[in-house]
């Protein structure tokens, strides 16, 4: 222990270059960039899908001209008719 000590190598000030830097101190940066990873991967393909909180992506061309007719707003025919529009073929 003396050698070490007159060496010099103990009493050596420690410098945070070299092989020897401290690269355990990022370990628990790891899991929070994979996390981060993760989280824009799905933020991307849930944009990209069009989606909305649950999925819900708002509401259809049908399902709205279904909700007027249900409200009294449009008739029967007029109901059929722009049904019809919309799936793309010709009216009656």
Do not use: C, N, Q
């Amino acid at each position: 222990m003396s050698a070490l000590l007159a060496s010099g190598v103990l009493s050596a000030p420690v410098h945070w270059t070299g092989p020897h830097w401290p690269w355990f101190l990022f370990f628990p940066l790891v899991p929070l960039l994979w996390i981060l990873a993760i989280w824009l991967v799905v933020g991307f393909l849930w944009r990209r899908r069009g989606g909305g909180p649950w999925g819900w992506r708002g509401s259809s061309p049908e399902s709205v001209l279904g909700e007027r007719y249900a409200r009294g707003e449009i008739d029967a025919g007029e109901y059929r008719a722009r049904l019809e529009v919309l799936r793309g073929s010709s009216p009656r």
